[in-house]
């Protein structure tokens, strides 16, 4: 079974351009979750989607952020303009929800560099 | 503030030597999961434990969950250097909750 698919892995862009993650979840898996991860530290949450539907991105700064998931299936995380203290991991996690435990796979995560 | 409250936050030991990391929390957890994180890579799941006072062992690893499920330990015996990584815990404050909170992590280093 295929894991959960991230692309770009990296990304050096100069501060104030457009940068766009892409991520596909495992099969079948009906959450998607994008993280975005300082060195050292733990996961914050930035958006949730059960299927296509964004259930929590409180965490989200959408001025600058933001993200899709049509179809519910894959989504894209989008940073416009990019700032250097967005500098960071941006990891994308997936799961089945059952209604017992949330066990949440991840990606390999993209490592983006604000210049 | 952190919800989940881990420590230390490094570790460094020698191969073939036991630790001990915690984690550690004022809120009720209904679950609580540990991850391992490799560098370049994302989180990897260990074990979740859901009930109070709950022990499970994974190899050389023992997982540990509070009696009042406010905190969690993980004891890795004789640790080798595969073992090096960084450590997540990450909580459930609701059954069934999409949500996880995740603690700083414990970067764990051991050495040959």
């Known amino acids: 079974e295929a894991g959960v698919v991230q692309s770009p892995r990296y990304k050096i862009i100069e501060k104030k351009q457009p940068v766009a993650f892409w991520c596909n979840p495992i099969?079948?898996?009906?959450?998607l979750y994008w993280y975005l991860q300082n060195l050292g530290q733990g996961p914050e949450l930035l958006i949730r989607?059960?299927?296509?539907?964004?259930?929590?991105d409180s965490q989200l700064p959408k001025d600058r952020f933001s993200a899709e998931r049509l179809k519910g299936v894959d989504s894209t995380l989008k940073i416009q303009p990019a700032e250097l203290g967005d500098s960071a991991v941006y990891l994308c996690?997936?799961?089945?929800?059952?209604?017992?435990?949330?066990?949440?796979?991840f990606g390999p995560g993209t490592r983006l560099t604000v210049l | 503030t952190q919800l989940l409250e881990q420590s230390p936050q490094f570790l460094s030991i020698q191969e073939g030597e036991n630790l001990t990391v915690y984690c550690n929390s004022s809120?009720?957890?209904?679950?609580l999961q540990w991850y391992r994180q490799e560098p370049g890579e994302g989180p990897v799941l260990l074990v979740t434990?859901?009930?109070?006072?709950e022990v499970k062992k994974l190899k050389r690893l023992t997982f540990q969950f509070g009696d009042a499920r406010k905190d969690s330990s993980l004891h890795i015996t004789a640790a080798q250097t595969g073992d090096t990584g960084l450590y997540l815990c990450?909580?459930?404050?609701?059954?069934?909750?999409?949500?996880?909170?995740f603690g700083q992590g414990t970067r764990l280093t051991i050495n040959p």
């Open positions: 996690a997936s799961s089945l929800f059952s209604g017992a435990y949330n066990e949440q796979f």
């Open positions: 099969s079948g898996h009906n959450t």
């Open positions: 989607y059960e299927n296509e539907e964004a259930v929590d």
């Open positions: 809120s009720v957890f209904s679950s």
């Open positions: 434990v859901v009930t109070g006072g």
């Open positions: 990450a909580g459930a404050l609701i059954q069934g909750a999409q949500k996880l909170v």
